[in-house]
């Protein structure tokens, strides 16, 4: 069974970088030819597409998002990171991380993590 575990903090300050952690079991996030993707709602609104890291270690990131985005990978604890940075209140939302590539793919998710941007 595979899972997969988001962690970060809850709270973020405007300006600061948001960074989250999604820790996964059941599966190696070096495994052909896997995709691990971060995905966001914020409140009201429907999932947004954050970017991805492939089995390979090769990165994508939404064109509107890459400017401020980062996704990283631990192999060694089978864990993939997100940055981003210089949040607003606008990135207030759920984060998820899941197994996939797009909604067609997606097989795992992680639980959701609620970050708030506020001072």
């Known amino acids: 069974q595979v899972q997969l575990q988001e962690s970060g903090p809850g709270l973020v300050k405007p300006s600061q970088t948001l960074s989250l952690t999604c820790t996964v079991s059941?599966?190696?996030?070096?495994?052909?030819?896997?995709?691990w993707s971060w995905i966001r709602q914020p409140p009201g609104k429907g999932l947004e597409w954050m970017g991805a890291i492939a089995y390979s270690g090769s990165t994508y990131y939404s064109p509107s998002l890459k400017s401020r985005t980062s996704i990283s990978r631990d192999t060694s604890k089978n864990q993939f990171t997100l940055q981003l940075s210089s949040v607003t209140p606008a990135d207030t939302a759920v984060y998820y991380c899941a197994r996939g590539w797009d909604d067609s793919s997606y097989d795992y998710w992680g639980q959701g993590t609620q970050v708030t941007v506020s001072s």
């Open positions: 059941g599966a190696s996030i070096t495994t052909n030819y896997y995709y």
